[in-house]
């Protein structure tokens, strides 16, 4: 199975700053297609996961341009810019190219 | 609008079964591989099980292989899993979501207990 880690487990940002959460998988998510199945979700207290990013970098309809994403074979990164209290939650990392599809153990975003 | 609204849990014995629903619309159900992902309490994400549009293939986590079986029914825009042999580990909030994760239920709580 692919192994996602994600670092780091929370952190504390002040409104207005960025914030920046790394994952990294145990393989390459590139497959033989030219797309590379990494995934990031925003689950906001007692809500359904959101999606935010796939495929490394494109952003899910509807969602703030302050989320990014970047990264590429085996590490990625999601950045916050500009972090608003709405942005409170755990945010997951997750691959989609192979079964079993696996989520990183989340990262957990609190302001200051 | 796409929605989807799991239904079918509660609380149950170990050794018991239950069957959950997730009732889609705002989509060509037909047109899309569906998932079921789960999270335990104060835990984070698993994912359990994926059909294809066609049901032609079925993919499942080692961890309920053998004891859930997902399915659907196109003509009733329904996807289900069906859950036998429940142990407490499977306490959790069961989420149906759509093929490319870009939609999630409300989620619906199974709570296995004696």
């Known amino acids: 199975d692919i192994m996602m880690t994600q670092s780091p487990l929370s952190v504390a940002v002040t409104p207005g700053e960025s914030a920046s959460i790394s994952c990294r998988s145990s393989k390459s998510l590139l497959h033989s297609n030219g797309i590379t199945y990494l995934s990031w979700y925003l689950q906001r207290p007692e809500k359904s996961p959101q999606l935010l990013i796939y495929?490394?970098?494109n952003l899910a309809s509807g969602v703030s341009d302050r989320f990014s994403g970047s990264g590429s074979g085996t590490d990625f990164t999601l950045k916050i810019s500009k972090v608003e209290t709405e942005d409170v939650g755990i945010y997951y990392c997750v691959q989609f190219l192979e079964v079993p599809f696996t989520f990183g153990s989340g990262t957990k975003l609190e302001i200051k | 609008e796409v929605q989807l609204v799991e239904s079918g849990g509660g609380l149950v014995k170990p050794g018991s079964s239950l069957k959950l629903s997730c009732v889609a619309s705002g989509f060509t159900f037909s047109s899309y591989g569906m998932h079921w992902i789960r999270q335990a309490p104060k835990k984070g994400l698993e994912w359990i099980a994926l059909?294809?549009?066609?049901?032609?293939?079925?993919y499942y986590a080692d961890s309920v292989k053998g004891r859930f079986t997902i399915s659907r029914d196109n003509s009733k825009n329904t996807l289900y899993l069906e859950m036998n042999s429940l142990r407490s580990e499977d306490t959790a909030m069961y989420y149906c979501?759509?093929?490319?994760?870009?939609?999630w239920g409300q989620g619906v709580m199974v709570t296995v207990s004696s």
């Open positions: 059909i294809y549009y066609d049901s032609s293939n079925k």
């Open positions: 495929q490394i970098s």
């Open positions: 979501a759509k093929g490319a994760g870009d939609y």
